[in-house]
């Protein structure tokens, strides 16, 4: 983990004003907009709360921002610099995304990466950049934060959150809880869920004798301490590829990566479908559509970059073992014992690159909300369900990225949870998570929150409307006070 995210340049600092002189002649903010709400208790209730302030979180706090929707907040557990993976848990030293993608800029020429990076390196600096350093991404994401003035709380969890009256109600770790209208759950890519363990005969991922010997990729791990150590790997995409070579960088003797596939994936489907047209159109798209589009999407794959290929081939020690899948993972006090397909392996220590899995059911903060949410898999036949197990457990949401009731009724306010993660893919496309989505899920999540405040206090704006007065002809002749008017207002 680095400490080090901020950047300081002469440049930067002249970019910042160039920036905040944009984004004022964008009349941002705007002021806000929405009624105030008071609870039962009589204290004021929060319009929208925003958990996670990653790349995702930090976009829509934005746009709400924008939107004159002020009365918000952003939680997050993290320490200030260390949301989301960047600084935590990616281990590549580079973006795998191509340098020129925009989003978290929302459409202002002056905020996007390139204005950024251009500030520090000029132009040339810019075309000679082959790809964003991974901490790059990081320093610039929070330094749009705060050129937008975004007000981030670091080091809140959100713990749980229940319907209460009119209002959700959230429980923060702090010991707080709040009414909130509306709550967008921003907590990244196992936000619907966790770590995916693999399922192995003599392995409890719950088992404290873990500690040491048997890793997920995506957690917090100490290198230094694998150094001289043989490795087995179970996974050969991009995070598995890319533990193996920081553990192989830390000194590690021998890191090798297991699939069971005969090869490594070759098509990145993704990059193929990342245009206007299907970004916007997949939510769009009937049921039948989603469905063919992600159960193909999800079974097929995407190669590791080949940076991170390049960069294990370099490395003495690395190795692949394609066709060769685990059947057993035995952890002993000294190492583990892995059974293959082909064989019997030990390893001094081994790093599940298996990914995250969507389960709602894992998510302790939506508490009773998850059993009565739909899934995919309730729309679909059972054989369809049966036959796409992984598609079937990802939520079926609404437009606004919303949760919906299985059974109506049952769990009110359900419908004001907004899931802006991974587990929105099959209902939206990669609008929640990776780059090149963000901005028009950002845009499609903040318009649709917009529209349902407007609508569940149309009564009180069309009152202001009638109540509305405005001097406009005081200067004027021809001005009439309220009372003497006939005829027109
Ligand atoms: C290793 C790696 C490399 C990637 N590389 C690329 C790439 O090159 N290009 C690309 O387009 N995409 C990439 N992605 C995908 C995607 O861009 C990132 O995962 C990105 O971080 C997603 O942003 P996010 O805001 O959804 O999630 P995150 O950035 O993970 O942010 C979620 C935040 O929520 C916080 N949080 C979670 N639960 C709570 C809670 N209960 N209370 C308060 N806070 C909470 C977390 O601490 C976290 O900071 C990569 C992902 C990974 C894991």
């Not at 990914?355 to 903060?365: M, P, S, T």
């Amino acid at each position: 983990m680095d400490g080090i995210v901020e950047r300081h340049s002469a440049g930067l600092d002249e970019l910042e004003k160039v920036a905040r002189h944009d984004l004022a002649r964008l009349n941002y903010p705007p002021a806000n907009w929405v009624p105030e709400k008071t609870g039962a208790d009589g204290k004021p209730v929060l319009d929208v709360l925003i958990v996670g302030a990653g790349m995702c979180g930090q976009t829509a706090g934005w746009g709400l921002l924008r939107e004159g929707i002020r009365n918000i907040r952003v939680i997050e557990r993290n320490s200030h610099g260390h949301e989301g993976p960047w600084n935590t848990t990616a281990r590549m030293p580079t973006l795998r995304s191509p340098k020129h993608l925009t989003g978290p800029d929302l459409g202002v020429p002056s905020l996007t990466f390139r204005a950024w990076y251009e500030a520090q390196h000029g132009a040339d600096g810019w075309e000679k950049l082959y790809k964003i350093a991974r901490l790059d991404w990081l320093s610039y994401l929070l330094w749009v934060r705060k050129v937008v003035d975004l007000k981030v709380e670091n080091g809140v969890s959100l713990l749980k959150v229940e319907a209460a009256g009119n209002f959700l109600q959230a429980s923060l770790s702090t010991g707080e809880t709040l009414l909130v209208r509306k709550l967008i759950l921003a907590n990244g890519r196992d936000g619907s869920g966790g770590f995916r363990w693999p399922s192995f005969p003599s392995f409890d991922p719950e088992d404290p004798s873990r500690e040491g010997r048997v890793f997920h990729t995506l957690e917090e791990i100490d290198f230094a301490k694998l150094k001289g150590k043989r490795l087995g790997i179970l996974g050969v995409l991009a995070t598995a590829i890319d533990n193996a070579c920081t553990a192989l960088e830390a000194g590690a003797a021998e890191a090798i990566c297991y699939a069971r596939r005969p090869h490594l994936p070759q098509v990145n489907k993704s990059k193929g479908v990342s245009f206007p047209g299907f970004q916007r159109g997949q939510g769009m798209l009937d049921d039948d559509w989603r469905w063919k589009i992600y159960t193909y999407m999800l079974a097929a794959g995407s190669p590791p970059p080949h940076e991170s290929v390049l960069r294990a081939q370099r490395l003495p020690g690395f190795a692949f073992r394609f066709a060769e899948p685990w059947l057993d993972m035995i952890v002993e006090k000294n190492g583990v014992t892995v059974k293959t397909t082909k064989g019997t392996e030990r390893f001094d220590a081994v790093l599940l690159g298996t990914g995250f899995d969507i389960d709602l059911a894992r998510r302790l903060e939506l508490g009773s909300f998850a059993a009565n949410a739909t899934l995919w898999g309730d729309r679909r036949t059972p054989a369809e369900a049966t036959a796409n197990a992984e598609a079937a457990r990802y939520p079926y949401l609404g437009p606004a990225f919303e949760l919906i009731e299985k059974v109506p009724g049952r769990t009110p306010h359900m419908g004001d949870i907004h899931l802006f993660n991974w587990g929105s893919i099959l209902s939206h496309g990669a609008l929640a998570g990776d780059i090149p989505g963000l901005f028009v899920g950002s845009t499609r999540l903040v318009q649709s929150i917009s529209h349902a405040l407007f609508r569940e206090d149309v009564e009180t704006h069309v009152e202001n409307m009638y109540a509305q007065e405005d001097p406009e002809l005081a200067p004027t002749d021809y001005f009439v006070p309220r009372e003497r008017r006939s005829g027109t207002l």
